[in-house]
């Protein structure tokens, strides 16, 4: 996890006569950066859609930071989904606009990362207790050259958005769907 190089310092050292220099270089962990956490937590929203599709998951997201520490490239890393489902769902959308929120990184966090979010789910219709995702990242998946943070929560509930059904004065309740099992 700790492949990330800001600088390179060098260093001389003269031993027997002889000059012998080395670089030295200096690293950061952004699974350490609670700013970075932080931030990202209150940055990605659990979208409307979803809410009101009683959808719920783990969605990883690939990102890469460039040298100046601003964060670029996000995509949804897993699970695939078509981009008519993705669109109408809006996870991906929510994590991109919310990642693109977040100010840049500083020097040091050069690199491709791979976030796993939890967008977990309450629908009081069936149950008080948060609907956790299962989903994980399968084994076959590579993940070459790519740093896996810890994982973020995002909470969303029924209650969010009611729809009123003017003819029963209540919402139907309807069951909650995990994107992927």
């Known amino acids: 996890m700790y492949l990330t190089f800001a600088f390179t310092l060098k260093r001389s050292f003269l031993c027997f006569g002889l000059l012998f220099s080395f670089n030295v270089f200096a690293q950061k962990d952004l699974d350490r950066n609670l700013v ?10 659990y979208p409307r859609t979803a809410v009101l599709s009683r959808m719920y998951g783990r969605i990883y997201a690939q990102f890469s930071v460039n040298r100046n520490g601003k964060i670029g490239d996000i995509q949804v890393f897993y699970p695939k989904m078509t981009p008519s489902f993705e669109n109408s769902v809006g996870f991906g959308a929510s994590i991109r606009k919310g990642l693109k929120k977040l100010p840049l990184l500083g020097l040091g966090y050069e690199g491709t990362y791979i976030l796993p979010i939890a967008f977990v789910f309450t629908n009081y219709g069936e149950s008080p207790q948060p609907l956790q995702p299962t989903n994980i990242l399968p084994e076959f998946i590579e993940t070459n050259n790519m740093t896996i943070l810890t994982e973020i929560k995002v909470y969303g509930d029924s209650k969010r958005y009611s729809i009123p059904d003017f003819k029963n004065g209540f919402e ?10």
């Not at 970075?36 to 929203?45: M, P």
């Not at 139907?172 to 995990?178: G, K, V």
């Open 172 to 181: 139907p309740i309807r069951p909650s769907q995990q994107i992927a099992k």
């Open 36 to 45: 970075f956490f932080e931030l990202a937590k209150k940055s990605i929203d």
